[in-house]
């Protein structure tokens, strides 16, 4: 007996299932504790439980916003291009220069990819993209300020790791666009995206495991 094959209309579905579920618990949760907020205290003025219990439903809240936001765009969500962040370039004698020439090309080209998908898939790789950018961006600026610290004994081979994870990182920002513009073409063209779709959510797996190593 063969395994069930996971195709986009599923991971699809779980998506907005699971979107549905974290908005619920998420309101349900600000609901909660903005009454304990009410109720808790017994004297005139704030005391200590109601300003701890109130800031907690404020953050909760604050999510439960996010996730209802996520939920929209997931279900009903009208198409709206992905926006790019104006970001300046750093000197041409960085060596981070050039590996962000090249992701602020691939931004553009990812973003016209996207806007030829359904609004689910669009979203929910921007999101994940731009995540992975931030995180690019931010190992950048660390290799900027390394070159501006002035010579130091172990300075180059630091800046040698630091500029190959940013290109790796940018590599795999990379393959994720190649992927999103194949992925486009075939919906464009009404052919079967299924295995495109597979692959372009392992891209961006991969980008945001990548991305989020950056920090260590």
């Known amino acids: 007996m063969g395994i069930a094959r996971d195709t ?14 974290g908005f619920a618990y998420r309101l349900l949760g600000a609901i909660g504790l903005s009454v304990l907020t009410l109720e808790i205290g017994d004297r005139a003025g704030l005391e200590p439980s109601e300003i701890v219990a109130g800031l907690a439903a404020l953050v909760v809240s604050a999510g439960a916003v996010e ?5 929209f765009r997931i279900h ?3 198409h709206v291009l992905p926006q790019i ?73 630091a800046l040698d790791l630091l ?25 464009r063209d009404g052919q079967d995206a299924g295995e495109a779709a597979a692959r372009m959510t392992t891209a961006a797996d991969a980008l945001v495991g990548m991305t989020r190593g950056l920090t260590s």
């Open 67 to 71: 996730a209802g936001v996520r939920a």
């Open 8 to 21: 986009a209309e599923d991971r699809l579905a779980r998506k907005r299932s699971l979107s549905r579920r």
């Open 85 to 157: 962040p104006v970001s300046a370039l750093p000197e041409e004698s960085s060596r981070s220069f050039a590996p962000l020439a090249r992701l602020a090309a691939r931004e553009r080209q990812l973003a016209g990819d996207l806007a030829a998908l359904p609004d689910a898939v669009a979203a929910d790789t921007w999101i994940r993209a731009s995540a992975g950018v931030r995180a690019l961006r931010a190992h950048a600026a660390r290799i900027v300020a390394l070159e501006g610290a002035g010579p130091r004994a172990d300075q180059g081979a």
């Open 163 to 187: 500029a190959l994870r940013l290109r790796e990182g940018v590599s795999a920002y990379e393959r994720l666009s190649d992927t999103a513009a194949e992925l486009a073409t075939q919906h």
């Open 76 to 78: 009903l969500g009208r």
